[in-house]
């Protein structure tokens, strides 16, 4: 009877074996359809070969659904897939709601014991994004591999994984940009240029920066993610991959080097720290080599991690860069020391030594995906504990506040007070919206209550309220105060530069006056909308034509700027008026034409950039030069035949040395040590009898970011008439900086930050910073369209 017994389950186990293999044989790998394995020298997948991939997964295998959840910028399908165990995909929605509930503990009658009933239950939320550096072309081929073997293997590592964890992939955040680099890389093949970098923005408007987009929203992609994805999964961690240059480190990973913004949890420094060393130390058991972790990238701006602020941790991983899909040989002596480590000594932080040699696609894929299995192994070996650490952010955020503690943030109702007189979309009202607009896309809860009282004060109906005590009112609290950065220096008093910027005071960029509520106060909530209404103060039966400079060589500016006035709603558009890009070719040509704009603006990019362009040789013919003599004769013309010009940030440098301007920029040749203003809110002093500040407050920001300071070179009223300062920072240095770090502000105190410069019958404009910083400075905007259109 036991040997029958013994015989059968062995029979059984024969079955299943076979039954799995064959299901196996069933699904297809990425070569089957697209023709080429990710991660071959030299060959990239188009958007539409991709996604037919995931489609046939889909329809292949019981462990995937696959689902469009909108289009892009230029109308592409937005996608994403969702694996697991067959059992977990036919209990999504049951899944889904235990992970919301512990997200917000106020949904059930919180306690821990009844907590863990539902950690039991749950699941460990995954997500895995790759693409959206759309020229870091690894990840989104190391998509397909991912989604091939936790389809096809029966491995007891991927049947854990599976049976554990929920992991969504999604293949591009950016798959307008695949396209945009394949089609460049094919054309370039063979020729000298294989392996540039596509001579246009890779994502229509704001290229590298749809990076920073992760509490302001502005762009379609980051909509669809938040909308479709985070805040409907609540995952406990995202795994966000990317490329890093080529000459340093091979990989890095969490945890990430100071600072880490206030706001972030500490269960979430914790969760990154224990799951990056662990991958770290994994992939080093493995053979790994170069790997660094707690260097070279911070945990500061929530721009580039939404997820610390709901709950999950950023896992940022960074592998070392080739020439596209080009291999490249690095020797040893081409290495490059990074931000915290040393390429050619072991430390606790970096090693083993990487000594180089070849580095291609494969090294890549490889490095992804290994890392991407050994973060979604530790997912489902430590499902409890993710989960239990996820309920914990959840039972902090919403407890409590005690006396003396931030209770909440008002925004008083902007009809108690003095409307802006002019566009529209610059009321106070508007401004507000947009603000909370954003809040609330963040998951955070705004109320309306009836009129109330806080201590003396009573604040009438339409007032917002945001607590602090739900689940993101941190989210909040990070975008509505300043942000005080550390004043970081190394041994030699060197500032120690953050990865991007030191300042995301959205309350500030937007004009929005906020109170921030430390006594506890209570009020009645009825059914009541805040609303702005819409329309337009400006249309016009000849609306003026403006144009935007457009080099050969992408900024990133030129796109937000474009962005501004785009076609879906943008805030010229909406007045009637029009916009186009100017080219070399066409301002170097027939500028001085009858199609030529009333206004041209030139966005933030560097002055030899704009006059000589892509040097000889290093680009394709068509694409290389600038302006050059030709192109300043005529814009010199456009000018002084009554036109405007616009140059916003470092591109006054050009308009200085090309026009002869009496104007010096105080900050240029400053030492690092002596002045470091790394992408700061700072505070300027409007001349509101200007037409372009008209109708402004007197006091009003700048966003700062390498930016210049104007000091007028000539006897002020010996030339009074042909120039004016509508904008400067104050006179007393401490109280220059509003948000951020500002080391030497004491240079640029009481010197010029916008410049009015007459030049015949037309108009120069000198804008020493970004007026429409990343679709975001609405306090600004009015400065920048008032210049365009005065």
Not at 649 to 654: A, C, G, I, P
Not at 681 to 691: K, Y
Request: charged share 20%; hydrophobic share 35%; net charge positive.
């Amino acid at each position: 009877m036991l040997k029958f017994v013994s015989t059968s389950l062995r029979l059984c186990g024969l079955f299943l074996f076979l039954a799995f293999s064959i299901a196996a044989q069933t699904v297809p790998a990425p070569k089957d359809v697209i023709g080429f394995t990710p991660g071959d020298d030299r060959k990239l997948a188009s958007w539409t070969q991709i996604v037919d991939y995931f489609k046939k997964l889909d329809t292949a295998s019981d462990r995937m659904t696959f689902e469009e959840i909108g289009k892009t910028t230029i109308g592409a399908p937005f996608v994403y897939a969702t694996i697991s165990s067959p059992e977990n995909l036919k209990n999504l929605e049951t899944i889904k709601k235990v992970n919301a509930m512990l997200a917000d503990p106020r949904t059930f009658k919180s306690s821990d014991v009844t907590a863990k009933k539902y950690i039991g239950q749950g699941k460990t939320i995954v997500l895995i994004t790759c693409g959206i550096h759309s020229t870091e072309v690894g990840s989104t081929l190391s998509s397909m591999l991912i989604a091939h073997r936790l389809t096809s293997s029966n491995e007891p590592e991927i049947q854990n994984i599976l049976k554990n964890t929920i992991v969504l992939l999604v293949p591009s955040l950016n798959p307008d940009g695949v396209d945009i680099v394949k089609n460049w890389y094919d054309k370039t093949l063979g020729t000298p240029y294989e392996g540039t970098e596509p001579p246009e923005l890779y994502h229509k408007y704001v290229g590298h920066d749809n990076n920073r987009d992760w509490y302001a929203f502005t762009q379609v992609e980051t909509q669809l993610t938040v909308d479709k994805i985070h805040n409907v999964w609540h995952p406990q961690i995202v795994h966000d991959i990317h490329q890093q240059g080529a000459y340093g480190s091979r990989l890095f990973l969490p945890p990430y080097m100071q600072p880490v913004e206030p706001n972030v949890p500490k269960q979430i420094v914790e969760g990154y720290t224990e799951l990056g060393n662990f991958i770290a130390k994994d992939l080093r058991g493995k053979g790994f080599e170069g790997i660094t972790t707690d260097s070279t990238y911070d945990a500061w701006t929530p721009a580039r991690a939404y997820s610390h602020y709901h709950g999950g941790v950023r896992i940022l991983s960074e592998t070392a860069s080739a020439r596209l899909a080009t291999p490249i040989n690095v020797t040893y002596d081409q290495l490059r020391n990074g931000l915290g480590y040393d390429v050619r000594k072991e430390t606790p932080n970096f090693g083993p030594v990487w000594k180089g040699g070849e580095w291609k696609l494969r090294n890549i894929t490889d490095t992804m995906t290994t890392a991407a299995f050994s973060l979604m192994n530790h997912a489902a070996s430590n499902r409890a504990s993710w989960l239990t650490r996820f309920y914990a952010i959840g039972k902090e955020a919403v407890r409590p506040r005690k006396k003396g503690e931030l209770q909440a943030f008002i925004f008083p109702n902007p009809e108690n007070g003095m409307e802006y007189k002019g566009r529209f979309e610059f009321q106070p009202s508007v401004r507000i919206n947009n603000l909370l607009s954003v809040l609330t896309k963040g998951g955070v809860q705004v109320e309306y209550p009836e009129t109330f009282k806080i201590g003396g004060t009573a604040y009438k109906r339409g007032t917002a309220v945001i607590r602090v005590t739900q689940p993101y009112g941190l989210f909040a609290k990070a975008l509505l105060e300043a942000q005080k950065y550390p004043d970081l220096k190394d041994k030699d008093g060197h500032p120690i530069p953050p990865y991007d910027v030191t300042a995301h005071t959205l309350s500030l960029l937007m004009d929005v006056k906020v109170e921030s509520i430390y006594q506890r106060f209570t009020y009645t909530v009825p059914d009541l909308g805040f609303g702005g209404g819409n329309g337009s103060g400006c249309g016009s039966s000849h609306p003026p034509r403006y144009a935007i400079y457009k080099s050969e060589n992408p900024s990133m500016d030129e796109g937000w700027t474009r962005f501004l006035f785009r076609e879906n709603g943008g805030y010229v558009i909406e007045c009637n008026e029009t916009i186009d890009s100017t080219t070399n070719s066409e301002i170097k040509g027939n500028f001085t034409n009858s199609r030529r704009p009333s206004a041209l603006i030139f966005p933030d990019q560097s002055a030899n950039s704009i006059l000589n362009g892509y040097a000889k040789g290093s680009m394709p013919n068509e694409y290389t030069g600038g302006l050059g003599k030709e192109g300043v004769a005529n814009l010199r013309k456009f000018v002084e035949e009554g036109g405007t010009l616009v140059f916003l940030n470092r591109s006054t440098d050009f308009a200085i040395e090309q026009f002869g301007l009496p104007v010096k920029d105080v900050a240029k040749g400053l030492a690092r040590k002596d002045f470091f203003i790394p992408g700061s809110i700072l505070r300027t002093e409007l001349d509101t009898t200007h037409p372009i500040a008209r109708g402004m407050d007197k006091e009003s920001i700048a966003w700062f970011e390498n930016s210049p300071a104007f000091e007028i070179q000539t006897d002020p009223l010996a030339l009074s008439n042909n120039f004016k300062i509508i904008a400067r920072y104050p006179s007393d240095p401490k109280k220059i900086l509003l948000s951020g770090w500002a080391l030497g502000a004491e240079k640029i105190a009481g010197k010029a930050a916008l410049v009015e410069f007459k030049m015949g019958k037309g108009k120069i404009y000198l804008f020493g910073f970004r007026p429409q910083y990343r679709g975001q400075s609405l306090a600004t905007f009015p400065l920048f369209f008032n210049a365009i259109s005065n």
